[in-house]
Structures are given as structure tokens and as C-alpha cells.
């Protein structure tokens, strides 16, 4: 544990997923719109505790959208593909 009083030291937990990744809505023109809540780190206090004695944690989420048209289409610039080839890479034999 840390000795400075006047910071909390977490351990950090691992976590697992138990439900669903994805919550999905319908918009009215047919779109679907998932979101997606993640743990990107989690910690338990180990040097101190809520005023009524609960473990105090620190906890830091994200929140990731994926958009699905309704004709299930998307384009990307040319330019944006970079080091893609559409052949597979030559081959070299001693």
C-alpha cells in the first residue's frame, strides 16, 4: 500500500461481460443503431473506503455506436486504403 495518506491506491479488476454486448434500437427510416457500454479499466480502493464502510471503486467506460443502414451499405475514400492489395504476396524460394 502507498504511504502517502493523501493519495488512494487502486487494484485493478479484471471483469466479464454477463449480458448482451449490444443494445439495439430501430429508427423510424429503418436504420438500427447498437450501443455498446465497456469497462476500459476498473479499481478497487485498497487505502480507503466509502464514509459508510462500501468498497470505494474508480471505474472508466466507453461507449461504442454502430450505425446499420437500412441497405446495409457504407463507402470509404480510395485514398483512406493504404498497403491493400488485392493479390496475394509473391512468394520467395531458396
Not at 6 to 26: M, T, W
Not at 46 to 57: E, I, K, L, Q, R
Amino acid at each position: 500500500m502507498s504511504e502517502n495518506p493523501e493519495k488512494i491506491e487502486f487494484k485493478i479488476l479484471d471483469y466479464k461481460r454477463i449480458e448482451n454486448e449490444f443494445v439495439s434500437f430501430e429508427l423510424e427510416d429503418g436504420t438500427i443503431v447498437k450501443v455498446k457500454v465497456d469497462l476500459d479499466r476498473v479499481g478497487k480502493a485498497v487505502n480507503f473506503t466509502n464514509p459508510d464502510g462500501t468498497p470505494h471503486y474508480a471505474i472508466n467506460t466507453s461507449v461504442k455506436l454502430s450505425i446499420v443502414p437500412t441497405d446495409k451499405t457504407f463507402t470509404v475514400q480510395k485514398n483512406s486504403i493504404t498497403g491493400k492489395s488485392s493479390q496475394p504476396p509473391s512468394q520467395m524460394f531458396s
